[in-house]
Structure formats: C-alpha cells, structure tokens
C-alpha cells in the first residue's frame, strides 16, 4: 500500500513535468511556422490560444498537487517522528544501515531557514470542509459562483493585485 501510494505521487508529479515539455516544445513549433511564413496576425493568435490553454493547465497542475498536500503533511509528520524516535533509542551520532548499504547516522541540525512564500493561492472550502480560506462572498465577487466541472480564470486587474 506505501509502495502504491509512493508511484501514484511519482505519476503525477511525472505526468506534470512531461505535459509541461510537451506543451512548450507544441507552441515553439506552432510559432516558428507562423514566422517562417511571416504571419504576425498567426503569431498573435497562437500566443492568446497558448496562454489561455497554459492558464488552464497550470490550474489543472495546481489543484493535482493540491490535493496530493494531505499524503505529504503526513510523510513530513511521519519523517519527523521517526527522527525523534530514532534519536531518542540511538543517541546524537547514533549511526544505522540500510539492506542496500547505506549508511545513516544521527545528527542535530545546525538550523534551518525559514522560507515564507511570496505568493499563496487560497480557496474557498472543499465538500467535506467547514470553510476554506477564501469565503464564498469573496468568490462571488471575483464573479465565480460555485458551479462544479467547469474552469475558469480571471487575470488581476491593473491596481487591485495586491489588494
């Protein structure tokens, strides 16, 4: 089940990586016929349609990783446990191998920075959720209602990004 849960993670972080090659090699070709051909009405065109559709994908890409966020707050939960247990049965420089040889020892962290994100995305509540970060009034005012199977994106207007 772990093993399982590890390569549906990789799938979809793989599937990700490749979509988003995939897409840049598409509109790089798309746009060198359009030049080879001289086509600036062509160029322009291809670029709207290419930034609308990676708007979508990135949203598609956002909301997967999203939801991959429960399974890996619990790795991390999991991961710091086990350290602590580990330390307190092995001690500082208590030392471990795994069956492929690698060797493991325990050490106390020097420190680590701590890094806030410029940016966060947040939303209004899932189905099984009492609330999300974004209250339904606020997503109403963007103009969204709560209507389910259908994307959509709306870009910041000029001034009220920061808001």
């Known amino acids: 089940m772990k093993d399982m849960n590890m390569k549906n993670i990789n799938s979809i972080l793989d599937e990700i990586i490749d979509k988003r090659k995939?897409?840049?090699?598409?509109?790089?070709?798309?746009?060198?016929k359009a030049r080879e051909l001289g086509q600036e009405q062509e160029i322009k065109a291809v670029k709207?349609?290419?930034?609308?559709?990676?708007?979508?994908?990135?949203?598609?890409?956002?909301?997967?990783?999203?939801?991959?966020?429960?399974v890996i707050s619990k790795y991390y939960e999991l991961i710091k446990e086990t350290v602590e247990k580990l330390e307190s049965k092995l001690g500082v420089n208590g030392s471990f191998q795994d069956e492929?040889?690698?060797?493991?020892?325990?050490?106390?962290?020097?420190?680590?920075?701590?890094?806030?994100?410029?940016?966060?995305?947040?939303?209004?509540?899932?189905?099984?959720?009492?609330?999300?970060?974004?209250?339904?009034?606020?997503?109403?005012?963007?103009?969204?209602?709560?209507e389910v199977g259908k994307i959509e994106f709306k870009k910041a207007f000029k001034g009220y990004e920061n808001e």
């Open 22 to 32: 995939s897409e840049s090699e598409d509109i790089e070709i798309s746009l060198n």
């Open 48 to 70: 709207d349609k290419w930034e609308a559709e990676e708007i979508n994908a990135l949203i598609k890409d956002y909301v997967a990783l999203e939801n991959l966020k429960p």
């Open 100 to 146: 492929a040889g690698i060797v493991y020892v325990v050490e106390e962290s020097t420190g680590k920075f701590v890094s806030f994100d410029r940016f966060t995305i947040h939303r209004t509540r899932k189905n099984d959720e009492v609330r999300g970060s974004l209250s339904q009034a606020r997503a109403l005012e963007f103009g969204f209602s709560s």
